[in-house]
């Protein structure tokens, strides 16, 4: 499609435009711009690792560049060219390609305009996005044959972790090799297929209603659930189902949903994350295809807490309606109420005691029907009541500013932030952590967390997070080395999926002899 512009450029900026094609192929949560939704951030550090160097690639894309054929010891190779200056013998000069256009200038200050930091933030040109379009949507026959995925040395998946000794790639704490995954994954390509089908169900009838959003429990979002129900129906053969029941309206709506469509609605019907599943169900499918297969690769590196946070997000960071669809079968096994149960048994080994931690017992010990309370008190979904928790478990301040993490959390909800900071509940858990924060780590400039990890956080929530998320780590771990390598689909952070059921006892056992935690797990089949 691009002809001689492409493949006459040194393999680098080749292999560099096709890696920012693929990772940025469509804007998602994990890579949107934070100044510019429809822009995706691409910092020196990336463009250093496509592209070698970035002034190359401003040449390249954005001024103008020379090339020459590659000379070696026996002469010139009259088919291979690199970069060079203008006045270099032998030259010539070609305008820039303009494939990814600046949306968005860098700035220094860390706090410019309200935002914390920022990187230069691109789109794709027409013919790109076109390209890219093509690319994850057409079907393996209007391409081409699939090439098998490898990296810009010609190192597959499974090469590259047979050298890590697996899917985790451990560059901050040292680990011995054999406590690791498989990088190879298994998804449900049916199920994915599915899921896609029920997304584009609902941004039809977003065009039909001229909307972009289908609020929660109204008529109309029920008649588009009751669809994506007989979507699910038709594909099992069972018609509507037999546990139907009265909505408003006369609506009828079956209570026994997949769970990736119970997770897609427990919230409003919303054009932008409809059309972002969209976006990761194709990478999936895509990665798929290339790989001749029902699996794909995820890799993980280590955040700098030690959390493993999967390359590019895979799996880990998409929505989990996807996610839920992709390992249908699986089983999820998570910590209840993790932060906080490691941060009360933090304090408890130190025999440190104070009233405030009451509160932070009671919700471990009623974990559901507090964050249930708590979503009726401030209208919103438990989900966004978890990430309240999180981000006040941390240390996060009940303040209206737009630059903390409440407001993130409530995705910008001024009227919903103000419920969030007036909540008696939530002002005493705020104390707690406050309090937590002294004694766990007091004045101490340089903070080791249980993984060996110094750091030198920068406020006291990330502080918290540095100290608990290394303990997350260490559980994780403890669960890893006890695991068949095989038989581990997923790392969620503080939870783990397996492709076959586990005993929640026997991993509590686990848990506790390697790491002295009294940790309960939750079960949850996709």
Not at 131 to 142: A, G, H, I, R
Not at 188 to 202: G, M, N, R, T
Not at 304 to 329: D, E, F, I, M, P
Not at 413 to 427: A, G, H, I, K, Y
Request: glycine letters at 6%.
């Amino acid at each position: 499609m691009l002809g001689e512009e492409f493949s006459r450029l040194p393999k680098r900026i080749r292999t560099g435009y096709v890696t920012t094609f693929w990772n940025h192929n469509n804007i998602i949560r994990h890579n949107q711009h934070n100044r510019s939704p429809d822009s995706f951030p691409m910092g020196a550090n990336e463009v250093a690792r496509n592209f070698t160097d970035p002034r190359n690639f401003r040449k390249v894309n954005d001024k103008g560049y020379y090339l020459r054929f590659k000379r070696t010891r026996h002469g010139s190779t009259g088919d291979k060219y690199i970069l060079c200056k203008e006045r270099t013998g032998g030259a010539t000069g070609y305008p820039p390609t303009k494939w990814l256009n600046k949306t968005v200038e860098a700035f220094e200050s860390w706090r410019e305009g309200g935002i914390k930091g920022c990187k230069n933030g691109y789109q794709f040109a027409p013919k790109i996005q076109q390209l890219v379009d093509d690319w994850f949507e057409k079907p393996v026959s209007d391409i081409c044959e699939p090439l098998g995925m490898v990296n810009r040395n010609g190192e597959s998946a499974t090469e590259i972790a047979n050298y890590y000794g697996g899917a985790i790639i451990r560059d901050k704490t040292v680990v011995n090799k054999r406590i690791n995954i498989r990088v190879i994954i298994h998804i449900d390509i049916k199920a994915l297929l599915q899921h896609k089908e029920q997304l584009s169900c609902i941004l039809r009838r977003l065009d039909e209603y001229s909307t972009d959003k289908l609020l929660i429990d109204t008529n109309r979002w029920y008649e588009v659930l009751e669809e994506l129900h007989h979507i699910e129906a038709k594909a099992a053969g069972a018609g509507r189902g037999r546990n139907a029941k009265e909505r408003q309206g006369g609506v009828k709506v079956r209570s026994t949903p997949s769970i990736s469509l119970e997770s897609l609605a427990t919230k409003d019907f919303e054009r932008e994350g409809v059309q972002q599943r969209i976006y990761e169900i194709n990478r999936l499918l895509a990665t798929a295809r290339e790989e001749s297969s029902s699996a794909i690769p995820v890799f993980y590196t280590e955040a700098k807490t030690g959390r493993y946070t999967a390359k590019a997000a895979v799996l880990q960071g998409y929505h989990r309606s996807v996610r839920y669809a992709a390992l249908r079968g699986c089983y999820e096994y998570d910590l209840e109420a993790a932060h906080q149960n490691i941060l009360v048994q933090l304090l408890d080994r130190k025999q440190i005691d104070f009233p405030e931690l009451d509160v932070v017992r009671d919700y471990i010990k009623d974990k559901t029907n507090i964050r249930q309370q708590l979503s009726k008190e401030l209208r919103t979904p438990v989900d966004t009541v978890k990430q309240l928790l999180q981000a006040l478990t941390y240390g996060a301040q009940l303040v209206r500013n737009k630059t903390h993490s409440i407001y993130k959390s409530c995705e910008g909800d001024m009227e919903l932030v103000e419920r969030v900071v007036t909540n008696p509940w939530l002002q005493q858990l705020a104390k707690t952590f406050v309090i937590a924060h002294k004694h766990l780590v007091g004045d101490t400039k340089i903070v080791t967390n249980a993984v060996g990890i110094e750091r030198e956080p920068e406020g006291k929530s990330k502080a918290m997070a540095h100290i608990l998320q290394g303990n997350e780590r260490l559980i994780l771990d403890a669960l890893i080395t006890n695991s068949d390598p095989k038989d581990v689909a997923l790392l969620v952070h503080d939870c783990i999926v397996y492709y076959t059921p586990k005993s929640r006892s026997e991993l509590s056992r686990i848990v506790e002899q390697e790491t002295g935690f009294q940790l309960v797990f939750f079960e949850k089949q996709y």
